[in-house]
C-alpha cells in the first residue's frame, strides 16, 4: 500500500469514527456503518479491524433504548454529563465549554477551509467536530498531491500537526477514559476504546511529521 492509498482508508475510517459520536440510530446498523470501519481499518491497522467488529456487535447486542439512555448521560446530562464531549471541557482546569480553546479551533477549521454546517447544533469543539476536520485534512493529504489545493486553504499536513498538537490529541485520552469508566452499554465502551487507539495513532504520525 502507497502513502497515500495509507491516507485515504485512514480518512475514510476518521469519517465513519465521526459518524458513530452522534445519537445511536438504526441507520449506524443499516447502513453498513460498522462493515465500512471495519474494510477502512484493515487497509492500515487490522487490530483496528477487530474493534470495529466488536463495535458492531455491540450496537446488535445493546437494546437501542439502552444506547440512547446511556449517550444521554454520557454526553449530554441532564444533570451533568459524565464524559462530555467538548475539547474545552478537558483542556482547562475550569469547567465549563466555550473558552479559549473553542475559538482556537474554530480559527483552526477556517485556515483549512472547514464550515460547520448550519444544522450542526453541538460546540466546534464536540468530539464529532474535531475527527471530521481530521478527515478533511487526511482526505486532502491523500488526493491533493500534485496539485495548487493544499495552497487555497493552508497546507493539510501542517493543520493536521496542529490538531493534534493543540486539540484533539491533548484532549481525546481522558475524554474517552471517563466514556470506558462510565459506559453502561458494551457499545460506547468499544467507542472509546476506538477512539483513543486511532487519535493516539494520529497524533504519533503528526508528531513524526
Same mark, same amino acid.
Given at each position: 500500500?502507497?502513502?497515500?492509498?495509507?491516507?485515504?482508508?485512514?480518512?475514510?475510517?476518521?469519517?465513519?469514527?465521526?459518524?458513530?459520536?452522534?445519537?445511536?440510530?438504526?441507520?449506524?446498523?443499516?447502513?453498513?456503518?460498522?462493515?465500512?470501519?471495519?474494510?477502512?481499518?484493515?487497509?492500515?491497522?487490522?487490530?483496528?479491524e477487530?474493534?470495529?467488529?466488536?463495535?458492531?456487535?455491540?450496537?446488535?447486542?445493546?437494546? *437501542?433504548?439502552?444506547l440512547?439512555?446511556?449517550?444521554?448521560?454520557?454526553?449530554?446530562?441532564?444533570?451533568?454529563?459524565?464524559?462530555?464531549?467538548?475539547?474545552?471541557?478537558?483542556?482547562?482546569?475550569?469547567?465549563?465549554?466555550?473558552?479559549?480553546?473553542?475559538?482556537?479551533?474554530?480559527?483552526?477549521?477556517?485556515?483549512g477551509?472547514?464550515?460547520?454546517?448550519e444544522?450542526?447544533?453541538?460546540?466546534?469543539?464536540?468530539?464529532?467536530?474535531?475527527?471530521?476536520?481530521?478527515?478533511?485534512?487526511?482526505?486532502?493529504?491523500?488526493?491533493?498531491?500534485?496539485?495548487?489545493?493544499?495552497?487555497?486553504?493552508?497546507? *493539510?499536513?501542517?493543520?493536521?500537526?496542529?490538531?493534534?498538537?493543540?486539540?484533539?490529541?491533548?484532549?481525546?485520552?481522558?475524554?474517552?477514559?471517563?466514556?470506558?469508566?462510565?459506559?453502561q452499554?458494551?457499545?460506547?465502551?468499544?467507542?472509546?476504546?476506538?477512539?483513543?487507539?486511532?487519535?493516539?495513532?494520529?497524533?504519533?504520525?503528526?508528531?513524526?511529521?
Open positions: 500500500m502507497t502513502e497515500d492509498d495509507n491516507g485515504a482508508a485512514r480518512a475514510d475510517f476518521c469519517r465513519f469514527l465521526a459518524a458513530a459520536h452522534y445519537e445511536p440510530d438504526a441507520a449506524f446498523a443499516e447502513e453498513g456503518l460498522f462493515e465500512s470501519m471495519a474494510r477502512a481499518a484493515v487497509r492500515f491497522d487490522p487490530a483496528l477487530a474493534v470495529a467488529r466488536r463495535l458492531g456487535e455491540a450496537f446488535a447486542a445493546d437494546r *437501542p433504548e439502552d440512547l439512555v446511556d449517550y444521554t448521560r454520557l454526553f449530554l446530562g441532564p444533570l451533568g454529563a459524565l464524559a462530555r464531549p467538548y475539547g474545552s471541557v478537558w483542556m482547562t482546569s475550569e469547567p465549563g465549554v466555550m473558552r479559549d480553546s473553542t475559538m482556537d479551533v474554530l480559527k483552526l477549521y477556517e485556515e477551509g472547514f464550515e460547520i454546517a444544522d450542526f447544533r453541538e460546540l466546534p469543539d464536540h468530539i464529532a467536530a474535531e475527527l471530521e476536520f481530521l478527515y478533511l485534512l487526511l482526505f486532502r493529504e491523500s488526493h491533493d498531491q500534485g496539485s495548487d489545493a493544499a495552497g487555497e486553504t493552508g497546507d *493539510p499536513a501542517a493543520l493536521r500537526k496542529r490538531l493534534m498538537d493543540e486539540h484533539l490529541g491533548r484532549w481525546a485520552g481522558p475524554f474517552t477514559e471517563a466514556v470506558r469508566a462510565h459506559a452499554c458494551a457499545f460506547y465502551r468499544e467507542l472509546a476504546e476506538m477512539t483513543a487507539r486511532f487519535v493516539a495513532m494520529e497524533a504519533r504520525r503528526a508528531a513524526g511529521a
